[in-house]
C-alpha cells in the first residue's frame, strides 16, 4: 500500500476517536500489551517521561522534549492528536515519522490487526513504541491520550511522571468530578517512579496523595516550590513571553523566555522545571543554557503549531487549541489583556463536549463566525449558532472552517483582533499556521 493507502486503511478499520467519538475509545491495556508482547515490548528498551492531565500536558511535553533536545539528547516524542499530518505524532528531535515507516509497520502487523483489533489510538503507540526502541532514543516524552490509568500509552515505566492541570473534559468517559477525573489521571503513577503535580487544585490534590502513598512513589506539587510569575507588559503580537522564576523563594531566573504563548504558560513551567531538576538528578546532563534554548525555541525545536499561535498580523489573528471549558477560560483570560478596537471569534466545537458551559465562557461583545470541521464529531455551525444565541453570542453560520476565518479576517479592521479556535480540529484547518 501508499502512505494515502495504509492511511486511509487505518481509518477504515481502526475506528478513531478524534474522529468518531466514544465509539473509538477502547478501555484496558489488553491490546496495547498484545501489541507489545508481539514485538518483543519495545517500550522496555528505552528510558521515557509520562506526562497527563486534562490542559497543559501538550505544551509541557513539548517543553520538556525541547530542552532534552537543547541539552544533547536523542529525544522521542509521542502526542496526540496530530493536525493536519499524522505523522505529527511521532517525533524524533522534531522530526516526524517517515511516511515510509508507517507504511512498512502497517504492512508487518496488519495480520494482527485484523487478529487483535485495535483501535487507531492502540495501533499509534504499537507504532511510536517500535519506532523510538528501533531508532534508540536517549529518551522519549510519552504525552497520555485520554486520561491515564486506562490509556494504551500507560504500559511504560517511566523515569519520571508528571501531571497537569485536571478540570472537566471527556466526562462521559472519565467520571462527572474533578477528583474522579483525577484518578483516572492517576494511575500513570507507578511504584517508586518520582510524580510532579504542576498545578496544586484543592479539589483534588489528596487523591494524588493517596495514591502515591500508596504506591510509594515521591510525590511533589511542583509549584509549591517552583514559584512563576509574568514579565509584564509586554507586545500584544510578541513571539516570545518573559517569566520570573524562585525555587523556594530563592531567584533561579530573573528572566527566562518562553516561545509558547499564552499566560496560561505559567501554570505549566513549575511542573515542566521540576522534571528537568529530577531527571539532572537521575544523571541527565542539563545545564542553564540548554534549559533556556529549549524553553525559547520550544517551537523551531518541536515542530509544535496551534498554542496560542500567531499567524497574522494587522489584524493581529491568533489561534489556540484549547477546547474545553477550563481551555477557553484560559484562551478568554488572554484575549482580555489585549487592546483591539473589536474582537471577531471563529468558533467551532466537537458535539460531546459540555457545549453550554464554554459558550458562557465567550465574550458577548465580539462577532462570531459559527463553523464546523470536516470530522463525524464536529456539531454543525448552525446548530452551534443556536446554541450560541441562546447565551448571548451572535454572528454568522459559515460551513468550511476555512470560509469562516476568511470572512472574519477581511470584516476585520487593522486594530482588531480575530481569534479561531473552540477545538483542535478547527485549528488544524487553519491553512495559514502551515505557510
Known sequence: MTYAETLAYLYEQLPMFQRVGTAGYKEGLGN??????????????????HVAGTNGKGSSSHMLAAVLQAAGYKVGLYTSPHLREFT?????????????????????????FEEVKPSFFEMCVALAFQYFAEEKVDIAIVEVGLGGRLDSTNIITPLVSLITNISF??????????????AEKAGIIKPGVPVFISQTQAEVAAVFEETAHRLGAPLTFADQHYQVSRIAPQPADAETQRFHVRLDDAPVFDEIEVGLLGEYQRFN?????????????????ITEAAVRQGLREVSQLTGLRGRWSIIGRHPLVVCDTGHNEAGLRLVTAQLAQLTYRQLHIVLGV???????KMLSILPPTAIYYFCQASIPRAL??????ERAASVGLHGAVYGPVQSAVQAARTAAAPDDVVFIGGSTFVVAEVEELYQ
Open 88 to 112: 505529527e505524532r511521532i517525533k524524533i528531535n522534531g522530526k516526524e515519522l517517515l511516511p515510509d515507516y508507517l507504511v512498512a509497520f502497517v504492512e508487518q502487523w496488519r495480520p494482527l
Open 169 to 182: 473534559d471527556h466526562q462521559a468517559l472519565l467520571g462527572n468530578t474533578l477528583p474522579l477525573i483525577a
Open 269 to 285: 513551567l513549575p511542573g515542566v522545571l521540576a522534571v528537568l531538576a529530577d531527571l539532572q538528578r537521575q544523571g541527565f546532563q
Open 350 to 356: 466537537v458535539n460531546d463536549k459540555d457545549v453550554t
Open 380 to 385: 454543525p455551525a448552525a446548530e452551534l449558532a
Open 32 to 49: 496495547t500489551e498484545a501489541l507489545a508482547e508481539a514485538s518483543g515490548h519495545p517500550e522496555r528498551r528505552f528510558r521515557s517521561v
